[in-house]
Antibody, heavy 127, light 107 residues
Framework: QVTLTESGPALVKPTQTLTLTCTVS??????????VNWIRQPPGKALEWLAR???????YYSTSLKTRLTISKDTSKNQVVLIMTSMDPVDTATYYC???????????????????WGQGTLVTVSS | DIQMTQSPSTLSASVGDRVTITCRAS??????LAWYQQKPGKAPKLLIY???TLESGVPSRFSGSGSGTEFTLTISSLQPDDFATYYC?????????FGQGTKVEIK
């Protein structure tokens, strides 16, 4: 059974740095064709993709936030960490981690949707 | 970045209705598109991937179609459990982008 669990502070002050951890089980972060993504959702608003890290440690970031984001993984601990600097009240949101996995079938290389999500963690930015 | 625009933003429908949600991309790509359902207070749930493939366990009343820059999610006969917000997402480029969402409400 695949599970992802986000953890981190519920409250951060403006200008502080946020560190979030996604702990996974039921799969390995080093398995080929698997990646873990971070997504956020401000209250009442749409989903926003933030970053992803692939099985081979390749990393990709949202164009608008890439100067503030760092993603990393510790395969031995089954954890993916997202660091976001210079937090602002507009960063108040529920932060999710989600797995994407590719595979081959009769149609060829496929998959890639975010098939397993954590429950999300609400981060409020306020002084 | 590829921008995704969904329409409509809100849709009012009745149980049994056929419902169609459209997602348009700012540039053409190779069908690396997913659809999600989200209910209040819950994480999104994957419905469709690679534009047309139904995720395991998702009811067959959900279907996806389209290619290039225009993609569609169809619910053939709306059920009470389907009232939710739906998002499209492209995963063609190195970055991923979501549409702004379509809320399906009870008429």
């Amino acid at each position: 059974q695949v599970t992802l669990t986000e953890s981190g502070p519920a409250l951060v002050k403006p200008t502080q740095t946020l560190t979030l951890t996604c702990t996974v089980s039921g799969f390995s972060l080093s398995t080929t064709d698997i990646c873990v993504n971070w997504i956020r959702q401000p209250p009442g608003k749409a989903l926003e993709w933030l970053a992803r890290i692939d099985w081979d440690d390749d990393k990709y970031y949202s164009t608008s936030l890439k100067t503030r984001l760092t993603i990393s993984k510790d395969t031995s601990k089954n954890q993916v960490v997202l660091i976001m600097t210079s937090m602002d009240p507009v960063d108040t949101a529920t932060y999710y981690c989600a797995r994407a996995a590719y595979h081959y079938d009769s149609s060829g290389y496929t998959g890639g949707g975010f098939d397993n999500w954590g429950q999300g963690t609400l981060v409020t930015v306020s002084s | 970045d590829i921008q995704m625009t969904q329409s409509p933003s809100t849709l009012s429908a009745s149980v049994g209705d056929r419902v169609t949600i459209t997602c348009r991309a700012s540039q053409s790509f190779n069908n690396w598109l997913a659809w999600y359902q989200q209910k209040p207070g819950k994480a999104p749930k994957l419905l469709i991937y690679k534009a047309t493939t139904l995720e395991s366990g998702v009811p067959s009343r959900f279907s996806g179609s389209g290619s290039g820059t225009e993609f569609t999610l169809t619910i053939s006969s709306l059920q009470p459990d389907d009232f939710a917000t739906y998002y499209c997402q492209q995963y063609n480029s190195y970055s991923r982008t979501f549409g702004q969402g379509t809320k399906v409400e009870i008429k």
